[in-house]
Nanobody, 115 residues
Framework: RLVESGGSLVQAGGSLRLSCLAS???????????WGWYRQAPGKQRELVAR???????NYADSVKGRFTISRDNARKTVYLQMNSLKPDDTAVYYC????????WGQGTQVTVSS
């Protein structure tokens, strides 16, 4: 299962680092997958904000480009999202999943950015 953590209440301009552990997944399944961080704000659809293919090929939504960095540690079966210069519009529940979105969604981690 996917276990997200690291969310918190933070002031605008602050930083957070989110982690997503693919608990129970063997590395031979984790490693070949491309992974993404998604978020869902109240009243809005879930959106993909960052993706990583292989170890270093990354892509970002325009709204987070230059502020968020996605990375992965295959040995730990963990995907990270470093979020800097946070804005109130970043407030959402953050989730990870493969880019195929073929795993059950985790509980997510709440990020709240106050102005």
């Amino acid at each position: 299962r996917l276990v997200e953590s690291g969310g918190s209440l933070v002031q605008a301009g602050g930083s957070l680092r989110l982690s997503c552990l693919a608990s129970g997944m063997i590395t031979s399944v984790f490693n070949p997958n491309d992974w993404g961080w998604y978020r869902q704000a109240p009243g809005k659809q879930r959106e993909l904000v960052a993706r990583i293919a292989g170890l270093r090929s990354t892509n970002y939504a325009d709204s987070v480009k230059g502020r968020f960095t996605i990375s992965r540690d295959n040995a730990r079966k963990t995907v990270y999202l470093q979020m800097n210069s946070l804005k109130p519009d970043d407030t959402a529940v953050y989730y990870c999943n493969t880019l195929k979105e073929d795993l059950p969604w985790g509980q997510g981690t709440q990020v709240t950015v106050s102005s």
